[in-house]
């Protein structure tokens, strides 16, 4: 399975973004889908993450500003970034865990995308 993210960029403090990524593969069907960050140096830490029934969950530092949805039709997550904070800039993953056609699961990393908050 195969993860393509996109949307990161450059925006000013006070901003927003939405970061999408798509699964691509022989994939039967996906469970969890979420986008974490990583600075470096540090560990990769989850921002938000959504169910294959719809239920979210996210880190207190981004609750209320971010939005986590997906489109299982598209095999896609997306991350809707609000009121972003410098604290923000760093890299974001997208996770994806599932089922292959054949039955095997699967966890499959994005290759990262920049955001950074900056005036």
């Known amino acids: 399975v195969q993860l393509q993210a996109s949307g990161g960029g450059l925006v000013q403090p006070g901003g927003s973004l939405r970061l999408s990524c798509a699964a691509s593969?022989?994939?039967?069907?996906?469970?969890?889908m979420g986008w974490y960050r990583q600075a470096p140096g540090k560990q990769r830490d989850l921002v938000a993450i959504?169910?294959?029934?719809?239920?979210?969950s996210y880190s207190d530092s981004v609750k209320g500003r971010f939005t986590i949805s997906r489109d299982n039709a598209k095999n896609t997550v997306y991350l809707q970034m609000n009121s972003l904070k410098p604290e923000d800039t760093t890299v974001y993953y997208c996770?994806?865990?599932?089922?292959?056609?054949?039955?095997?699961?699967?966890?499959?990393w994005g290759q990262g995308t920049q955001l950074t908050v900056s005036s």
């Open positions: 959504i169910t294959g029934g719809g239920s979210t």
């Open positions: 593969g022989s994939i039967s069907s996906i469970n969890n």
């Open positions: 996770n994806t865990i599932g089922w292959l056609v054949g039955g095997r699961s699967f966890n499959s």
